[in-house]
């Protein structure tokens, strides 16, 4: 569809202003960014060693490097900013730009870009360091080729002034790392030929596309890279399911689902095609709100961390809003945004920033007072069989409950068919650990060794045994009843589990006074261990367990105390993706029902 649509186009660099443009950036609001570029400057900038890409084969760490590496990006995204926003003029002092230029030859002078845990042609060749003629194009290529095609775009005049010959080299670097091994090499894992396309598909097609359409001045090599973008992301495109779900989860769906937004944006702009209109951009707009629990917590299924960092393009789902006239998605955006406190993030990418600092509207919507609200009484997903209920529409306040149902196969997996969420004032209290720091051993077959992945740290049933992964295990009959008084879904979650023939569980919210939740689950296998992991500290009672936050009570949970005894245990948390979503531990509740019914109540302290 996509590729008919952009068939016999000629493509044309796409307009955006420069540093020369000075209405443009006198405009933008840069106090806050030129603070953060003084102290970038006062900084030492990171280097990239070896010995810390090595790690990733002697040790598994890989984080030595890929941290060091996105430093130096944000570094040289903030300085080119800062650049643009005070228009450096050389031969005066020009220390920003220079600062940019800095960086920019540091990154054209690595080895590589690719991060080392992708680099499987240095693993092919049973070596730990990379071969700068054998480039492997993966996430961190993509990234520093997007960077260097925005900086060339907007400082390009100053960079002929200060460095000649800068652009020619970022050229290079481009062309040798990232479009001519798209261009050579054709099947790639990530376009998704097999009918698998993930976030990595649209992600380095962004880069591609920005590159093809800033850096490459022949025409026929840009046409053809363009119509290799567009064939590619129409691997992407047609693996969308129809309700706007995204299996990898609302953290993933910037890097996925929004890159395909923002390539569709160049697209329009380059070719005078639009595909913006497809009938399931739409849907996948609202995915972002319709997962919203409340402040900066989302239902974080998979590989997402359990606080939503603000460092989001927000201005991107602003303008698709607009543009679909979805209230409840410019609503979303504003608050958001308003409540990092900043327009834009460097860390978000050197073109998502220029967008949204050059956008008048964006500026405009900020200022304003959002009005209307996208909390839904519910949210029913039924391709990622999520469902989202609220105690009282329009607010976050009271309860909140989520419940999965799926599969074990899908993309960033944990072990978490039939979980549950319940957060109490928008704040997740029975919550989901979320996304460790990823190491070698996170794609691979050591993946379900790391206790945050696996099902015992998860909300859900263990009877006798623990989850399997794959596509095969996964919920049945999954059923969902939505009225005013409740919100249910039941389902048969004995594929999730090897050798078990039946196992129902029904999570219910119920919105009566006062509101509650019950989570029922089937009476056939004792014992059972029912799984309860809390953000907060836990008070533990006869048939009662209480969680508070901040020395207050928020939730009571109950049960039976004839037929269960009640277990429970403290994980410290050392692990910092961990800490920066739930503080320095959480707690794990297990009940064993050995009789009786395998029942809880959860209930708001009020």
Known sequence: MLRALFEGRRVVRPAFPDVRDRAVWAAADGVALLAEARAVLARPAPVLTATAWARTFRDGVRTDYEDAAREL????????????????????????????????????????????????????????LADPDDPFLDLGAAEVASLFAWADQVLGPHLDRRAPGLRKRLRREVDLRVLTPFERIRDWHWLGLDGDAHNWNPWIHSAVLTAALLLVDDEAQRGRL????????????????????????????????????????????????????????????????????????????????????????????HRWGERLGDADVRAHAVSRARAGGRLVWPSAGLGRALAALADPGWRTALADDPRGTWLAREQWLPRVQVLVARETAGTSSGLTVAVKAGHNGERHNHLDVGSYWVAVDGVPVVADVGQPTYTAASFGPDRYRAWPVRSEWHNVPEPGVTQEPGAAFGARDVRVELTAAAAVLSADLAGAYPGVPRWLRSVRLVRGTPAHVLVADDDSVRPVRLRHVFAGEVELRAGEAFVSRAGRRVLRLSWDARSATAELERRPLDDPLLRASWGTHLSRLTLVVSAGPARVRLEQVR
Do not use: K, S
């Open 73 to 128: 990006r944000d570094r040289v995204t903030t300085l080119v900013l800062a650049a643009v926003l005070t228009g450096e003029t050389p031969p005066a002092d020009v220390p920003f730009l220079d600062g940019a230029i800095d960086g920019l030859v540091a990154l054209a002078e690595a080895t590589t870009w690719c991060w080392a845990p992708h680099d499987r042609h240095a693993a092919g060749r049973g070596e730990v």
């Open 226 to 317: 363009v119509r290799l973008v567009v064939e590619g992301l129409g691997h992407y495109v047609a693996v969308l399911p129809d309700d706007g779900g995204i299996d990898e989860g609302v953290a993933y769906w910037w890097h996925g689902a929004c890159r395909l937004l923002e390539c569709l944006d160049l697209l329009a702009g380059a070719t005078g095609a639009d595909a913006r209109d497809l009938p399931v951009l739409a849907p996948l707009v609202r995915f972002p709100h319709r997962m919203h629990l409340g402040g900066d917590a989302y239902v974080n299924a998979g590989d997402a961390p359990g606080r939503l960092p603000p460092a989001q393009p927000w201005h991107v789902l």
